[in-house]
């Protein structure tokens, strides 16, 4: 079945990349692609999807932000509206007027009150600057931040059933990508990144959601990549599970490019969606792979373990997009890692095997 999984991932891709720096699985950048593509920052990653979740879904989601940012934005107003005139006697003291009332008299006042004075002082400055460099700026990124951030997104695309998704790399960038010595697939960014981004379960949370430490939205390319859609200079499909990066120029042949890896049709293939006109015929091997895999999944699904069952896919899918081919020395290999995964799943691999008749 590994055979069958990695057989189906890899065919047809491999004379793409012929005198091209770029890395597998990604794939030069078709020209339809370029619209979209002119408008990202190139020393990032993105990966791009559909949203499929309920318009009606997606605003109950939204307005939670919208009053914690409006809340906050009250609480900040109020703020300023009683400490700025505190602060402004303040600057009149340190510019020598005594009368403002903000200082104390060391010579009527004992030491534990002049203690508590400073104390008193020291903590209000600390927690105003905790306002005004760490509160205030999650409002300020929600409503005021341009070219674009979640209010004018929101306001320019609405709520839409079928909403593009446009996530970009967040603390790492396209070098760590393909510009190291190991690159694409064989990156540790990939597999730490990449996958788990688009891992089956992480994907089933709607858009705005996504954001955590690897990954942020972004918000001028959803609108970008939505106004595209809506003038039909690109198909809303085509951004559907797709990973850009732009791949630099190194020494021998092939030019800086942006690269993109489809990953939904990389699934599509392990799982025999599409259709196998383009392949050797394998009628009959096809169909029992299908079956196999299907086979798989719903045991998996049963045992709730269905986040299993896309780790595998993804797992098989890096393994034989890997240069040099998929041996058999790397099938045995592959063997291993996957017994180890469904392990660490918690999932008796030997047992679970035996049930649908062999997995490997």
């Known amino acids: 079945m590994t055979k069958m999984v990695a057989k189906r991932a890899g065919k047809g891709s491999a004379p793409k990349r ?32 559909i949203d499929r979740h309920p318009a009606f ?49 060391g010579k009527s006042s004992t030491q534990k009150e002049m203690v508590w004075f400073v104390v008193q002082r020291g903590v209000t400055f600390f927690l105003d600057y905790l306002l005004v460099t760490v509160v205030a700026k999650w409002p300020y990124t929600f ?12 306001w320019t695309t609405g709520f839409r059933d079928e909403e593009i998704v446009v996530r970009v790399s967040r603390k790492w960038d396209g070098g760590d990508l393909v510009s190291g010595i190991k690159r694409g697939g ?40 939505t106004k ?9 499909e085509d951004l559907d599970r797709r990973v850009f990066v732009w791949v630099p120029a190194r020494s021998g042949p092939g030019e800086s490019e942006w690269a993109i890896w489809n990953e939904k049709a990389q699934e599509e293939e392990v799982l025999g969606v599409t259709s196998t006109s383009d392949f050797e015929p394998e009628p009959e091997e096809a169909s029992e792979g299908r079956h196999k895999i299907l ?13 299993l069952f896309f780790r595998w896919v993804e797992m098989i899918q890096y393994e034989s ?25 918690g999932v008796d691999f030997e047992k679970f095997e035996e049930s649908v008749g062999g997995i490997s």
Do not use: C
Not at 321 to 341: D, I, M, N, S, Y
């Open 186 to 225: 064989e990156s540790p960014f990939f597999k730490t990144k990449i996958l788990p981004a688009l891992d089956g379960e992480f994907m089933l949370k709607t858009g705005y959601i996504m954001m955590n430490d690897s990954w942020d939205l972004d918000f001028t390319a959803m609108v970008n990549a």
């Open 228 to 236: 595209l859609v809506d003038k039909k200079e690109m198909k809303m």
């Open 57 to 105: 879904f997606k605003k109950q989601i939204f307005s939670v932000p919208v009053a914690l940012n409006v809340t906050i934005t009250l609480l900040l107003l109020w703020r300023a509206y009683v400490l700025v005139p505190q602060y402004f006697f303040l600057f009149l003291f340190l510019l020598g007027d005594e009368t403002t009332g903000t200082s104390l008299d």
């Open 295 to 307: 086979q798989i999944q719903g045991k998996l699904q049963e045992m709730g373990k269905e986040d």
């Open 143 to 154: 409503f005021l931040e341009s070219p674009h951030n979640p209010l004018s997104w929101r």
């Open 321 to 345: 997009t890997r240069p040099g081919g998929f041996t058999k020395e790397r099938q045995l290999e592959a063997g291993l890692k996957v017994q180890k995964l469904f392990e660490e799943h």
């Open 18 to 49: 012929i005198l091209s720096n770029i890395p597998p699985p990604f794939l030069s950048a078709p020209e339809s692609f370029h619209p979209f593509l002119s408008t990202l920052d190139k020393s990032s990653v993105y990966i791009t999807h």
